[in-house]
């Protein structure tokens, strides 16, 4: 069983209903440990909207959620300083942190969020 840390792009187009998140998902729930960073959880309700609230819930309520701990902040801290792009995020950073530290394949719809040449990717587009 593979450990999976699901970017926040694909758990909003599954919650808005687009077909390659929803089957993507589905096709991981017998393999896979599917996991989000509390990053995540944070982005996604910021963006939610109020009728999503329920399904919104229920899909984090069935997700494992990395806390952002001293070893994951120390490690996104690494990723930002050692990376050349300004552009770099640090709740990417955050996110790429979670995915190194507990072991995890990043699956993402935006790989160029994603420069890290230490964890593993999988590039689901939407």
């Known amino acids: ?6 970017d926040t792009d694909i ?5 808005r209903g687009r077909e390659k998140a929803k089957d993507f998902l589905l096709s991981l729930l017998d393999e ?4 989000c960073s ?4 944070a982005e996604i309700y910021a963006g939610m909207r109020e009728h999503e609230k329920q399904a919104t819930d229920d899909l984090v309520d069935s ?3 990395i806390d952002v701990n001293r070893e994951i ?11 050349k792009r300004q552009s770099l995020e640090l709740d990417d ?5 979670s995915a ?3 072991g995890a394949v990043l699956a993402t719809g935006n790989g160029k969020h994603y420069p890290m040449s230490d964890i593993e990717k999988i590039i689901v587009k939407s």
């Not at 069983?1 to 699901?6: D, F, K, P, V, W």
């Not at 758990?11 to 919650?15: A, E, G």
């Not at 950073?93 to 942190?97: E, K, N, P, T, V």
């Open 32 to 35: 896979s440990t599917l996991f």
């Open 93 to 97: 950073c955050l996110i790429a942190a």
């Open 38 to 41: 509390s990053i995540t959880v």
């Open 73 to 83: 902040a120390e490690k996104a801290g690494e990723y930002k300083r050692n990376t």
């Open 11 to 15: 758990i909003i187009n599954f919650l």
């Open 1 to 6: 069983m593979s450990n999976i840390l699901i």
């Open 100 to 102: 190194f530290v507990k």
């Open 63 to 65: 997700l494992h959620i």
